[in-house]
Every structure is written in structure tokens, then in C-alpha cells.
């Protein structure tokens, strides 16, 4: 199993510090190898991703990314900049299905900005469309509009497209995902209103046929933001496109309090994945060993359950970081009154120990 650690920069490389020491009390046989990504990699090769980190994330089983930017290269050219090396990940390795799973910890239901009891036990897990929709459809551009309300007026247009292959596969990873787990997906969309989420709709209940164990239901996506902060629990998987995904994962993950906790990862048609914390590289506390590092060893527990198929090693994972919690250790992120405040390495030794 060949796992590329590319850290990235800012907090990046302390909290992916902690989840390799976490991988390497497993027990299990990994190779792991670290390149420079993201603002790291610019200031050494002049780009932020290398072909020899390109190189490196195609070959591996699994990349475990910690984060990129920093308000210094806000003024380098788009294709310089660090988030550049993200979409080029993305798009190089074909990661179509974004999984951003939100749970509240009991430990945790007082940082959720709602009631203790509509999130007390929450577990759902968004599937975002990553590759195509409104972000990617051609033809986009500016003119000058020839009708509409104003013609003569300048003018922007973007197009929001999906192919049928591209709903069914993400469909597909949506009820197998639910298998695992509570069997209930819940197709958002705006059918109503759109040809393409139209289209979406009939792709997945056709899909759902061959799924006849897993309930499906539909939802318009204003609606289901509205469902997400009413009844949140009501969710089990949610699948959505690249836009409404971007925008009701957000939404979700601020149910469960702290984005320091929340894990993500990236899959392509091979099972082939990127795992990475939903944060940033967060330069306001970069350096000062305060961050939190569970969102990135949450995320290397996806990367052993979903690609390298080690569900138990996962398992414990996840059960060390519930343990942890429970002993009342705190990042400055999560800490509240009456909790131990602890750095981001202390937090990262006490998850080793508990495992
Ligand atoms: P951010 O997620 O880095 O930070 C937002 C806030 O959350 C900050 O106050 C930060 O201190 C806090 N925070 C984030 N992660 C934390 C952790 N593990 N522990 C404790 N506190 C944490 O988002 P922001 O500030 O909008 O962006 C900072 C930089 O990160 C920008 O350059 C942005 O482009 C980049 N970014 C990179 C992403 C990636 O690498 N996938 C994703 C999102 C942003
Ligand atoms: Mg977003």
C-alpha cells in the first residue's frame, strides 16, 4: 500500500504530522512518501504542483493532503496560486465523488450552533458531484447580451451540464454507500426549475431500481437546506451535484461545531483517493502547534476503510479519537469550559495512545 503525504503548507504540515504517526502505529505495512505541494512547492520549483508531485499522487494507492495557502500568494497569477494544485489533483486524477461526512460527537454537541437535541447523535454523509456541473460547463465566458433584459449590456454566462454516465456513477457510489450504512439516500436536486437536475432525477431512480434495499427520496435543494438545520437527523447519505453539494456540505459541517473536526475525501472510478481535512491551511494560526489535527486523522480512517480496505484499522482510528475526546482533551477549536486544552501534537499523542 503506497500512500503519498503531500502537506502543503501553513497548518498543513503540523496536523498531517499527527496523522502519519497515527498510520504508523497500525501495525500495518504502508509505504509513505512526502512531496511538496501548494505554496511549499512554488517557493521550491516555481509551481504549486510539480509534475513529480503529479507523479507521485497518480502512483499511490492514496494521497493523505493536509492544506494549501496563504494570504501571501493572493497576488501570483491564477495558475500559481496553491489552490491551483487542489483542481489539479482533482481533475488530473478524475476524484468525481467528494465524501463530506458531518458527526457530531457527543462530546461535542455544545459547539453546534443548534439545539443539543436535533444534532445530539447526528451522522450524515454528503456526496458532492466533484468534476462536472456549472463549474466546469462549456461554454462560459462574457459578451455583450444581443436580448434579455438589456441588450447591449455586458454580460456573463456559465453552463450547468451533466452526462448521463456522470449521475449514474455518482448515483451508483451513493447507494453503495448507503448499504453501509442506515440504507436511506436522498437525492437533492432542482428539477423543478432545471433540465439538467431533470435529468439527474431520472438517472437516480433508475439507479435506485438496482437498489431496491435502499429508501430514496428527493428533495429540492432549497428545501433541503432548509431539512439541514430543521431536522437534520432525517439525512442518512444526501447526494447532490458540484454546486449544491459545495454549498449544503458547508452547511452541514457547521452543524457539528468545529470545521477542525471534519473529514473529507475524494474518490475515482478505481477506488483510487484523496484525503484531506474540509479546512484550509488556516495561516492566522499556522506555526504556533495549536491546531486541531483530528479532521486529518479522521481523514487518514476514510483513506484505510474506503481505498486500502482496512476497515478495522479504521475502526480503531476513529474509536481513539471518540476516547480522546471523552477524556476531555480540547484544541483551542473545540475547547469549552471545564475541558483540558491541549496542543496539536499533545492531541496527536494522546489519539497514538488511546489506539
Ligand atoms: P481555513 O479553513 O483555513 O480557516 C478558517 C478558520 O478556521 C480560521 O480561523 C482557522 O484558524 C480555523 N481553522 C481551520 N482549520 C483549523 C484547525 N484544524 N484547527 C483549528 N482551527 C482551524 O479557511 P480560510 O481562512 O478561508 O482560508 C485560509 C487559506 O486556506 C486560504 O489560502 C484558502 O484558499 C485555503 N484553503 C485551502 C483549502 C484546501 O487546501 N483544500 C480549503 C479551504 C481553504
Ligand atoms: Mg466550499
Same mark, same amino acid.
Given at each position: 500500500?503506497?500512500?503519498?503525504?503531500?502537506?502543503?503548507?501553513?497548518?498543513?504540515?503540523?496536523? #498531517?504530522?499527527?496523522?502519519?504517526?497515527?498510520?504508523?502505529?497500525?501495525?500495518?505495512?504502508?509505504?509513505?512518501?512526502?512531496?511538496?505541494?501548494?505554496?511549499?512547492?512554488?517557493?521550491?520549483?516555481?509551481?504549486?504542483?510539480?509534475?513529480?508531485?503529479?507523479?507521485?499522487?497518480?502512483? $499511490?494507492?492514496?494521497?493523505?493532503?493536509?492544506?494549501?495557502?496563504?494570504?501571501?500568494?493572493?497576488?501570483? @497569477?491564477?495558475?500559481?496560486?496553491?489552490?491551483?494544485?487542489?483542481?489539479?489533483?482533482?481533475?488530473?486524477?478524475?476524484?468525481?465523488?467528494? =465524501?463530506?461526512?458531518?458527526?457530531?460527537?457527543?462530546?461535542?454537541?455544545?459547539?453546534?450552533?443548534?439545539?443539543?437535541?436535533? #444534532?445530539?447523535?447526528?451522522?450524515?454523509?454528503?456526496?458532492?458531484?466533484?468534476?462536472?456541473?456549472?463549474? =466546469?460547463?462549456?461554454?462560459?465566458?462574457?459578451?455583450?447580451?444581443?436580448?434579455?433584459?438589456?441588450?447591449?449590456?455586458?454580460?456573463?454566462?456559465?453552463?450547468?451540464?451533466?452526462?448521463?454516465?456522470?449521475?449514474?456513477?455518482? $448515483?451508483?457510489?451513493? =447507494?453503495?454507500?448507503?448499504?453501509?450504512?442506515?440504507?436511506?439516500?436522498?437525492?437533492?436536486?432542482?428539477?423543478?426549475?432545471?433540465?439538467? =437536475?431533470?435529468?439527474?432525477? @431520472?438517472?437516480?431512480?433508475?439507479?435506485?431500481?438496482?437498489?431496491?434495499?435502499?429508501?430514496?427520496?428527493?428533495?429540492?435543494?432549497?428545501?433541503?437546506?432548509?431539512?439541514?438545520?430543521?431536522?437534520?437527523?432525517?439525512?442518512?447519505? #444526501?447526494?447532490?451535484?458540484?454546486?449544491?453539494? @459545495?454549498?449544503?456540505?458547508?452547511?452541514?459541517?457547521?452543524?457539528?461545531?468545529?470545521?477542525?473536526?471534519?473529514?473529507?475525501?475524494?474518490?475515482?472510478?478505481?477506488?483510487?483517493?484523496?484525503?484531506?481535512?474540509?479546512?484550509?491551511?488556516?495561516?492566522?494560526?499556522?506555526?504556533?502547534?495549536?491546531?486541531?489535527?483530528?479532521?486529518?486523522?479522521?481523514?487518514? $480512517?476514510?483513506?484505510?476503510?474506503?481505498?486500502?480496505?482496512?476497515?478495522?484499522?479504521?475502526?480503531?482510528?476513529?474509536?481513539?479519537?471518540?476516547?480522546?475526546?471523552?477524556?476531555?482533551?480540547?484544541?483551542?477549536?473545540?475547547?469549552?469550559?471545564?475541558?483540558?486544552?491541549?496542543?496539536?501534537?499533545?492531541?496527536?499523542?494522546?489519539?497514538?495512545?488511546?489506539?
Amino acid at each position: 500500500m503506497k500512500i503519498a503525504i503531500l502537506p502543503g503548507d501553513g497548518i498543513g504540515t503540523e496536523i #498531517v504530522a499527527e496523522a502519519v504517526k497515527v498510520l504508523n502505529v497500525l501495525d500495518l505495512k504502508f509505504e509513505m512518501e512526502t512531496a511538496l505541494v501548494g505554496g511549499a512547492a512554488y517557493e521550491a520549483h516555481g509551481h504549486p504542483l510539480p509534475e513529480s508531485t503529479l507523479k507521485l499522487a497518480k502512483e $499511490a494507492d492514496a494521497v493523505l493532503f493536509g492544506a494549501v495557502g496563504d494570504w501571501k500568494y493572493d497576488k501570483l @497569477d491564477r495558475p500559481l496560486r496553491p489552490e491551483q494544485a487542489v483542481l489539479g489533483l482533482r481533475k488530473n486524477l478524475g476524484l468525481f465523488a467528494n =465524501f463530506r461526512p458531518a458527526i457530531c460527537y457527543d462530546e461535542l454537541v455544545s459547539a453546534s450552533s443548534l439545539k443539543p437535541e436535533l #444534532v445530539a447523535g447526528l451522522d450524515i454523509l454528503i456526496i458532492r458531484e466533484l468534476t462536472g456541473d456549472i463549474y =466546469f460547463g462549456q461554454p462560459r465566458g462574457r459578451r455583450t447580451a444581443l436580448d434579455g433584459h438589456f441588450p447591449g449590456a455586458e454580460e456573463a454566462f456559465d453552463t450547468m451540464r451533466y452526462s448521463r454516465p456522470e449521475i449514474e456513477r455518482i $448515483a451508483r457510489v451513493a =447507494f453503495e454507500a448507503a448499504r453501509k450504512r442506515n440504507k436511506h439516500v436522498t437525492s437533492v436536486d432542482k428539477a423543478n426549475v432545471l433540465e439538467t =437536475f431533470q435529468l439527474w432525477k @431520472d438517472v437516480v431512480t433508475e439507479v435506485g431500481k438496482d437498489y431496491p434495499d435502499v429508501t430514496l427520496d428527493h428533495m429540492y435543494v432549497d428545501n433541503a437546506a432548509m431539512q439541514l438545520v430543521k431536522q437534520p437527523k432525517f439525512f442518512d447519505v #444526501v447526494v447532490t451535484g458540484n454546486m449544491f453539494g @459545495d454549498i449544503l456540505s458547508d452547511e452541514a459541517a457547521m452543524l457539528t461545531g468545529s470545521i477542525g473536526m471534519l473529514p473529507s475525501a475524494s474518490l475515482n472510478a478505481s477506488g483510487q483517493g484523496l484525503y484531506e481535512p474540509s479546512h484550509g491551511s488556516a495561516p492566522d494560526i499556522a506555526g504556533k502547534g495549536v491546531a486541531n489535527p483530528l479532521a486529518t486523522i479522521l481523514s487518514a $480512517a476514510m483513506m484505510l476503510r474506503f481505498t486500502l480496505n482496512q476497515p478495522d484499522a479504521a475502526g480503531r482510528i476513529e474509536r481513539a479519537v471518540k476516547h480522546v475526546l471523552a477524556s476531555g482533551l480540547r484544541t483551542g477549536d473545540i475547547w469549552s469550559e471545564g475541558s483540558t486544552r491541549v496542543g496539536t501534537r499533545e492531541m496527536g499523542d494522546a489519539v497514538v495512545a488511546a489506539i
